[in-house]
């Protein structure tokens, strides 16, 4: 090998480990990565509780209101176009079919799971002895995972107070002789 050759790959060698370097340096200082100088990385992300809410307001924490205020001022119109998304799965009509869910014509004061020609989850089951009470109706639509552990419903839940008591008013609206709401 001569030295010619020799010269040009050794350049080659020093100008990449230049540039490599030379680089690294340009990069510290466009974006300035000193992490002794903060105080904590990254960024902070708070959330207030309902209650520290409240508090920081001024006012205090909402009690929940009972189902029976919430009945007394629900639409049960509304309540329909609310039912338009339960619809996919559910049938509303008398002697309708079950679909991926029970039929729900008359579902209020009806004992949990026993709706005939569906099979129902071992935690619907487990909840045979009890009713659909506007109690129950309302814990489940606003949280089904949470009052039947195990459903086969996929639906999350409505959290809305007054979409949900929409939703129960048309429900109740779904029977040859409607039950009474419950006292506000």
Same mark, same amino acid.
């Given at each position: 090998?001569?030295?010619?050759?020799?010269?040009?790959?050794?350049?080659?060698?020093?100008?990449?480990?230049?540039?490599?370097?030379?680089?690294?340096?340009?990069?510290?200082?466009?974006?300035?990565?000193?992490? %002794?100088?903060?105080?904590?990385? !990254?960024? =902070?992300?708070?959330? &207030?509780? *309902? @209650?520290?809410?409240?508090?920081?307001? +001024? /006012?205090?924490?909402?009690?929940?209101?009972?189902?029976?205020?919430?009945?007394? %001022?629900?639409?049960?119109?509304? !309540?329909? =176009?609310?039912?338009? &998304?339960? *619809? @996919?799965?559910?049938?509303?009509?008398? +002697? /309708?079919?079950?679909?991926?869910?029970?039929?729900?014509?008359?579902?209020?004061?009806?004992?949990?799971?026993?709706?005939?020609?569906?099979?129902?989850?071992?935690? *619907?089951?487990?909840?045979?002895?009890?009713?659909?009470?506007?109690?129950?109706?309302?814990?489940?639509?606003?949280?089904?995972?949470?009052?039947?552990?195990?459903?086969?419903?996929?639906?999350?839940?409505?959290?809305?107070?007054?979409?949900?008591?929409?939703?129960?008013?048309?429900?109740?609206?779904?029977?040859?002789?409607?039950?009474?709401?419950?006292?506000?």
């Amino acid at each position: 090998m001569n030295s010619w050759t020799f010269n040009k790959i050794a350049g080659a060698v020093l100008g990449t480990a230049l540039l490599v370097f030379g680089l690294k340096g340009i990069t510290g200082l466009i974006y300035q990565t000193h992490p %002794a100088s903060h105080e904590k990385p !990254g960024f =902070a992300i708070e959330v &207030a509780e *309902a @209650a520290g809410e409240a508090a920081a307001g +001024g /006012g205090e924490a909402e009690a929940p209101k009972s189902i029976g205020a919430l009945l007394a %001022a629900a639409d049960a119109t509304k !309540g329909a =176009a609310e039912a338009k &998304a339960c *619809a @996919a799965c559910h049938d509303f009509t008398k +002697g /309708g079919p079950n679909k991926t869910g029970p039929g729900l014509w008359d579902v209020v004061e009806r004992k949990i799971a026993s709706h005939e020609g569906y099979a129902y989850s071992e935690g *619907a089951t487990a909840k045979a002895a009890e009713t659909w009470t506007y109690d129950n109706l309302n814990a489940f639509i606003a949280n089904p995972k949470g009052f039947v552990a195990g459903t086969k419903m996929a639906f999350g839940g409505i959290k809305n107070d007054a979409k949900r008591a929409n939703l129960i008013a048309y429900l109740a609206s779904l029977s040859d002789a409607p039950k009474p709401f419950p006292a506000p």
